[in-house]
Structure formats: C-alpha cells, structure tokens
C-alpha cells in the first residue's frame, strides 16, 4: 500500500504539467509500468507501479534544468511514499545530476521504458495507421537503428535499461511493444 491513490497522483501531476504531450506521456507509462507488473508477477502491486510511472516526469515541464531533483522536493514536502520518490527520481540515473541508481526491478522498468515509450509512440505516428496495433517488431527496430529518428530518445538509456534488466534489446522492444499495444487496445 502507497499513501497516495492514482487519483491524487494524476491530480499531483496535473498541478505541475498543463501539456497535452506531457501528460499523455505520464499515462503511457503508468499503464505500461501496471503491464509490467502484472506480467512480471507483482500483480499485487500494479497500481504502485502505476503511480511511480505517472508521477516520473512530475518536475519536468516546470523544472526542466532540475529534472528528477525537483520532484523529490515536491514529493518529499507532501509526505508521498518515500520509495515512490526514491523510483520516480531513480529513472535520471546517468540523465540527470541525480545519483540514485535503479536496484528495484520496477525501478529498472522503468528506467528502461521511459524513453522507450517515447520513440514507439513516434514510429506509431509515421505510420499510416498511426497505431502500435500493427507495427511490428521489425518496424520498430529501423525506427531505433536510425539516428535522426526521435532523436530526443536516447538509444543509451533505452541499451541501459536492457541491460540493467539483463534482457536482450529485441525482448526489451518487443515487451514495451506489446505494453503499448495493450494501452492502446484498452483507450481506444
């Protein structure tokens, strides 16, 4: 049990970002971190995980130069869960001044989906379906292989995160793939 509902969260979260971008992007990984729990046998705690993935980029569009800094203040003077504040500010490891390394499972899912989940919603985008429901695995991986393609994705984080979880990068894109499909089959 966390002493925040992912009501109050999604309310937190609305407090400190206004972008549409922004805050489709904290729904994604949420639902994707509720996925992952739910495969990886944590069933019972989906909704914390979710929490963590919605309130991840809290700080970032009003503090951007103090990314994962910031949201442990916010956090932190509101009484959250501690290991909420610990994972949410874990995801800037090696990103950001922040040194908290992901140990937690969770904590590594989520280093390693965030940006993940960025270039997978772009390559959906230049589809002509402009849906992950028919992308495939081959698709994706040209998307990643090219540079110039979502730049703003780090590839680095995204092999990071691979690594951290000790997942090949295929099973690492064709997992966060499939999350995202499920999002995208359950709010359409």
């Keep these: 049990m966390t002493n925040i509902t992912k009501e109050e969260a999604w309310a937190l979260l609305k407090e400190y970002n206004k972008d549409e ?9 949420s639902f994707v971190m509720e996925y992952f729990a739910g495969k990886l046998g944590f069933e019972n705690e989906e909704e914390f995980w979710g929490i963590v ?3 991840h980029d809290l700080d970032f569009e009003m503090y951007p130069e103090e990314h ?5 203040e916010i956090l932190n003077e509101r ?4 290991r909420i504040t610990r994972a949410v500010a874990s995801h800037g490891y090696g990103l950001t001044p922040v040194d908290i390394k992901p140990e937690h499972l969770m904590e590594k899912i989520l280093f390693a989906t ?25 698709s994706l991986k040209k998307k990643y292989k090219t540079p110039s393609f ?7 984080a995204i ?9 090949e990068l ?3 894109l064709s997992q966060t793939l499939e999350a995202m499909r499920a999002y995208e089959s359950t709010n359409n």
Excluded at 68 to 72: E, G, R
Excluded at 150 to 156: F, I, L, P, T, Y
């Design 21 to 29: 971008f922004h805050l489709k992007h904290a729904e994604t990984v």
């Design 53 to 55: 993935g919605l309130l």
């Design 68 to 72: 994962c800094i910031k949201v442990q």
């Design 79 to 82: 009484g959250i869960d501690p």
């Design 114 to 138: 965030d940006e993940l989940t960025g270039l997978i919603w772009a390559a959906a985008l230049m589809r002509p379906s402009k849906s992950t429901l028919d992308m495939e695995l081959k």
């Design 150 to 156: 979502a730049a703003g994705c780090s590839r680095d």
């Design 159 to 167: 092999q990071q995160g691979a690594d951290m979880l000790g997942w």
């Design 170 to 172: 295929d099973e690492l």
